[in-house]
C-alpha cells in the first residue's frame, strides 16, 4: 500500500500529475471533488462558489475537514489498488490526517513553480486567471491557499518537484515518482 499525497500552488501542475498517475494505472482521489460534491449539496454552483465552500467546510468541520471526507475514497481505492495519488492537498492539518492513517506508506510530494510560470500556464488554459474558481484572481488563489496552511503543508514535503521544465520532463518525473523510483530529494 502507497498513498501519494500531492501539494502546490494553483498552476504548479497537480492537475497533470493526476493525469501521469492514471495513465500509470493508479487511481486519483481529487480533494477538490470533496469540495465540489459539497458545493452541489448546499445548491450552490461549483464553478462559482468552489473557495466560498472551501473556507466554510473548514470553518464548520476543522482544517482538516476535507482530508477526513476523503479518507474512505481513499480506502475504497487501496481495497482494489497497491497505491493511490491524493491530488490537491491544502494544509499541514490534512497532511497530519495522512500521516496519522498511513504512517510510512505517505509520501508528500510538493510540485513548485515560480508565480509568473503558473500564470503563464493558467493563461495558456484558454480562460481567464480566476474563472476556474469563481472569478479569483492568482494572487487571491494563492492566498487564500496560504492562509489554509499551504505552505507549511508544502515544508513538510518528502519530496520536492520542481515543475519549471517542459511538461515532457515533469511528466516523466511523476513517472518515476508513482513507479516508487524516486528517492526523497530537495
Do not use: C, W
Not at 493525469?19 to 448546499?42: F, H, L
Not at 504512517?103 to 480566476?130: C, K, N, Q
Not at 469563481?134 to 496552511?149: I, Q, T
Not at 514535503?157 to 508513482?178: G, K, M, P
Request: charged letters at 35%.
Amino acid at each position: 500500500m502507497h498513498v501519494i499525497g500531492t501539494v502546490g500552488l494553483p498552476g504548479s501542475g497537480k492537475s497533470e500529475a493526476a493525469t501521469v498517475a492514471r495513465e500509470e494505472g493508479i487511481p486519483v482521489v481529487t480533494m477538490g471533488d470533496v469540495i465540489r460534491q459539497e458545493t452541489a449539496e448546499r445548491g450552490l454552483d461549483p464553478a462559482k462558489d468552489h473557495g466560498t465552500v472551501a473556507k466554510a467546510l473548514r470553518r464548520e468541520h476543522g482544517t482538516a475537514a476535507v482530508a477526513e471526507r476523503s479518507l474512505p475514497m481513499i480506502e475504497d481505492r487501496l481495497e482494489r489498488y497497491d497505491a493511490v495519488l491524493v491530488d490537491g492537498i491544502r494544509s499541514d492539518a490534512e497532511v497530519d490526517v495522512f500521516e496519522k492513517r498511513f504512517g510510512e506508506a505517505f509520501t508528500l510530494v510538493s510540485i513548485e513553480a515560480p508565480f509568473e510560470l503558473r500564470a503563464e500556464r493558467i493563461d495558456g488554459r484558454g480562460r481567464d486567471l480566476g474563472e476556474a474558481d469563481g472569478g479569483e484572481s492568482l494572487e487571491s488563489r494563492d492566498e487564500r491557499e496560504r492562509g489554509f496552511g499551504m505552505d507549511e503543508a508544502m515544508a513538510r514535503a518528502d519530496v520536492v518537484v520542481e515543475n519549471t521544465a517542459s511538461l515532457e520532463a515533469f511528466h516523466e518525473r511523476i513517472r518515476e515518482l508513482v513507479a516508487g523510483r524516486m528517492g526523497e530529494s530537495r
